[in-house]
Structure formats: structure tokens, C-alpha cells
């Protein structure tokens, strides 16, 4: 199997187009430039954007949609899974038998990585730390770490000195061992993985086109920053000029968050073959105001959002992005903060899997 890998899985329809180079896009932003670029289906598409009308009458506001990226099919899916049909293709492209990522011990995207890994039969190594030295037992208990094992994957806890140098031991280990190993930064956050938020926006235009609405905002919980900025790119390069996209920042003060955003949205510009400044800066809108103390650690506001939004919609968030972001959607609403605010879409990130070792919180 994995000497003609690929000629398995283009067998298998899991390779949808696997050998273009990601250069000499036109300016045209048509379906077929942007379907160049190298991806693999690993969940189907499109996942579900739905009326929240529960919340939207407790609210007494604009209409309240929410699109369910928590819905997809690599072990419970979530936004990392868009980007991963991009980052795992270019993996395979470039002959990798083994891909190399990072994150928190309780990592939604490298719970994802992993599952997409086993899915195209490459091997999964995996750098972990510990953003909440405290919960360190419940963190390696239960959820995305329990599922990280069942998976098969490589873990390596990092200490004190950070994951970078362990990537990097690792990387070069692999490569010594013939693997060609290919590197997944933290989220997937680069001008490749952004490319799966490009994607769910042109998505997005399409659904609410179908659905007869025209959202003035859609809201999403933003750490590394790919989904966000790729979400912007996406909607500007498929037509949709009005739609602000709002990241709810879960660990950095805007001004950061808005340097990285910028510097992904260049990335993703290069590789579409747009000017840099296709997307203004003034164009991204940064929300700092609801990640408390630090990433990893649940805001009182934020819980009170998941259960609201479980109790309403019975639908579940997670205690470290996205119920963060819902308490920022339900403030702004009852503030009436967003401007012109008409059919606001929640974009549901995913996460679920972290409430068991965060389950301390929401004891009644
Ligand atoms: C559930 C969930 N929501 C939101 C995010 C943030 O996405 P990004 O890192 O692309 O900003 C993540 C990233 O890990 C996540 O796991």
C-alpha cells in the first residue's frame, strides 16, 4: 500500500487533483483557477448552516444562523479538516510517509491531523504542550488527547523549552529514516491550509444564496488565524463584498491577531495570483474583548454561552473557542454593537471533544 499510495487513493477518489503547481493563478477568480490547487476530500461538503431560532427570539435581535464546520467526518470534524484537504494533499504531493504537527495537549487540529493522517495511510507524530499547567492530569485524560492515542499517533510531550526544538528533532529524525516527513504548523495556519477556508467561503456564497440571505456579519472563535483570514479571502475572491467577518479573538490581543491575519491573507494572495492588497487591512475586524486570562482557560461568560446555546439549540460548543466566541456574539447582539446587524452567521469551529476534561466547569 504505501509504495503506490497515491495511485491507491486517486483509485479510491480520495485525491481529487494531485499534481499542479500552486503558481500562475490569473487574475480571473473563477471555479477552475481556485479548483487548481491540490486537494484531497476528507469530509463531505457543504456541511449544514441552519436558523437558530431559539436563540435568535431569547436574543430579540437580527436573525441567527450557524454554519456547523463541528459536523464533519475526521473524528468529529471541525474547522481543521478544511484545511487539512489542502495541507494533507501538498503532503502527499510531495511524497511524505509521515506529517509533523503541533499543538495544546487538548488540540482539536492535531486531533484532525491525525485522523486525516490514518485516513490516507500516512504516519502521524504529533508535539504537544501544556497551556494549562494546573488541569494537567484531565488534559491527558480524556477527549482529544484519548482520541489522539486511539489513533495511533506518535505523541511527544514538549517541556519547558517550548515544541519548536522537538519538531524540529523529530523532523530530522524522520527525514534520516527516509520518511520525507512534511511539516503542519500549529492550526494549519498557513497560506496552503488558509486555502480551506477560501473554499468554505465560496461555499457560504452559494448556501446563502439558496437560503435567500445576505449576512451583514458571520463571528468565529480565531487563535492561529488561517480560518479567519481565510474565510475573508474566500468570500472577496468569490464576489461577496459586504459580509464582515469578525474574529473573536480566544488568546491574543488584536493588534497581534491582526499582524497575523494580514501576513496569511499575503500568503493566500500569492497563491491565487491576487495583488497583496486585494484584501484591505481595514477589512479585518478583531474582537479582543472575551478570551480572559489566556488560551485554554474558560471564561464565566463563555460557559454561560455554551449552556445557552446547548439548553436553546442543543447544540454543544467547547469550552476554549468557541463558547468564547458565542459570549462575544451574544454581548455585541444585546449591545447592539453590530453595525447594521442582519442574518448574523455564527461559524461553529468545532471543539466538542475538549467539554470531558473541562467538565469541572459545568458541574451544576
Ligand atoms: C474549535 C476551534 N475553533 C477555532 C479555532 C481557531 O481557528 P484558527 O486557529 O484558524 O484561528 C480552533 C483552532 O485550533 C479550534 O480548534
Known amino acids: 500500500m504505501k509504495h503506490n499510495r497515491r495511485a491507491v487513493l486517486k483509485g479510491a477518489g480520495i485525491i481529487a487533483l494531485a499534481s499542479t503547481s500552486s503558481s500562475n493563478y490569473s487574475l480571473a477568480h473563477t471555479t477552475t483557477n481556485f479548483d487548481k490547487i491540490p486537494r484531497i476530500q476528507l469530509t463531505n461538503l457543504p456541511t449544514a448552516c441552519n436558523k437558530m431560532s431559539n436563540m435568535t427570539k431569547a436574543l430579540g435581535g437580527p436573525d441567527l444562523y450557524i454554519k456547523r464546520d463541528d459536523v464533519m467526518e475526521l473524528a468529529h470534524g471541525g474547522n481543521k479538516t478544511r484545511k487539512l484537504e489542502y495541507s494533507l494533499a501538498a503532503a502527499l504531493n510531495k511524497g511524505a510517509r509521515a506529517v509533523v504537527t503541533q499543538g495544546g495537549l487538548q488540540s482539536n487540529h492535531v486531533r484532525q491531523t491525525i485522523s486525516g493522517a490514518a485516513k490516507v495511510g500516512i504516519e502521524a507524530h504529533v508535539i504537544l504542550s501544556n497551556p494549562v499547567p494546573e488541569m494537567k492530569e484531565k488534559l491527558m485524560g480524556s477527549g482529544n488527547y484519548l482520541m489522539d492515542q486511539l489513533m495511533?499517533?506518535?505523541?511527544?510531550?514538549?517541556?519547558?523549552?517550548?515544541?519548536?526544538?522537538?519538531?524540529?528533532?523529530?523532523?530530522?529524525e524522520l527525514t534520516l529514516e527516509g520518511k520525507k516527513p512534511y511539516n503542519i504548523p500549529a492550526g494549519a495556519s498557513n497560506g496552503i491550509g488558509s486555502m480551506g477556508y477560501v473554499n468554505a467561503g465560496r461555499e457560504l456564497i452559494a448556501q446563502w444564496e439558496r437560503m435567500g440571505i445576505s449576512p451583514s456579519h458571520i463571528l468565529t472563535a480565531t487563535g492561529s488565524c488561517g480560518t479567519a483570514a481565510g474565510l475573508l479571502m474566500g468570500l472577496r475572491y468569490f464576489g461577496n463584498s459586504s459580509t464582515k467577518v469578525v474574529s473573536v479573538s480566544v488568546s491574543s490581543p488584536a493588534p497581534q491577531l491582526r499582524k497575523r491575519i494580514r501576513g496569511l491573507l499575503n500568503d493566500a494572495s500569492n497563491i491565487l495570483?491576487?495583488?497583496?492588497?486585494?484584501?484591505?487591512?481595514?477589512?479585518?475586524?478583531?474582537?479582543?474583548?472575551?478570551?480572559?486570562?489566556?488560551?485554554?482557560?474558560?471564561?464565566?461568560?463563555?460557559?454561560?454561552?455554551?449552556?445557552?446555546?446547548?439548553?436553546?439549540e442543543g447544540i454543544i460548543l467547547d469550552p476554549v473557542y468557541t463558547s468564547k466566541a458565542m459570549s462575544g456574539l451574544i454581548d455585541l447582539i444585546k449591545n447592539n454593537q453590530l453595525e447594521n446587524a442582519k442574518d448574523v452567521v455564527f461559524l461553529h469551529t468545532g471543539g466538542a471533544p475538549a467539554i470531558h476534561p473541562y467538565a469541572e466547569y459545568f458541574k451544576v
Do not use: C, Q
Not at 495511533?152 to 530530522?172: C, Q
Open 152 to 172: 495511533g499517533a506518535h505523541i511527544y510531550i514538549a517541556g519547558s523549552e517550548g515544541r519548536s526544538p522537538m519538531v524540529k528533532k523529530v523532523l530530522s
Open 273 to 312: 495570483g491576487v495583488p497583496k492588497n486585494f484584501v484591505k487591512t481595514e477589512d479585518i475586524h478583531v474582537n479582543d474583548d472575551f478570551y480572559g486570562k489566556a488560551y485554554g482557560y474558560p471564561t464565566d461568560a463563555g460557559i454561560s454561552a455554551l449552556r445557552m446555546t446547548a439548553e436553546t
